[in-house]
């Protein structure tokens, strides 16, 4: 079993950034692949990014491109998504994904999920 929690989320004024973070534990996810989805109010969840295994290989929603960068340590058991030039239409329940292999952004595919962290952005 995998175990994940996110943390980093809060409120920032848009243009602002924010870093947030998966920490697994029960195993290790290093040979796993990882991704961030998103869900805002009345909306469903939705893919934001996913990176390979060896960290080698990414993939954004289009929306994100160029803004947001999703990255891992495997040492440390750890993915991270550093947000930047956030806009209120990123406001959003984050949440980490992890599956042993790659699905490019279909969530039904993921094993785990971890509970959320909450990303406000004020206009």
């Known amino acids: 079993q995998v175990q994940l929690v996110e943390s980093g989320g809060g409120l920032v004024q848009a243009g602002g950034s924010l870093r947030l973070s998966c920490a697994a534990s029960g195993r290790t996810v290093s040979g796993y692949a990882m991704a961030w989805f998103r869900q805002a109010p009345g909306k469903e969840r939705e893919f934001v990014a996913e990176?390979?295994?060896?960290?080698?290989?990414?993939y954004y929603r289009d929306s994100v491109k160029g803004r947001f960068t999703i990255s891992r340590d495997n040492a440390k058991n750890t993915v991270y998504l550093q947000m930047n030039s956030l806009k209120p239409e990123d406001t959003a329940v984050y949440y980490c994904?992890?599956?042993?292999?790659?699905?490019?952004?279909?969530?039904?595919?993921?094993?785990?999920w971890g509970q959320g962290t909450q990303v406000t952005v004020s206009s």
């Open positions: 994904a992890a599956n042993p292999t790659r699905t490019y952004g279909v969530a039904r595919k993921y094993d785990y």
């Open positions: 990176i390979s295994w060896s960290g080698g290989s990414t």
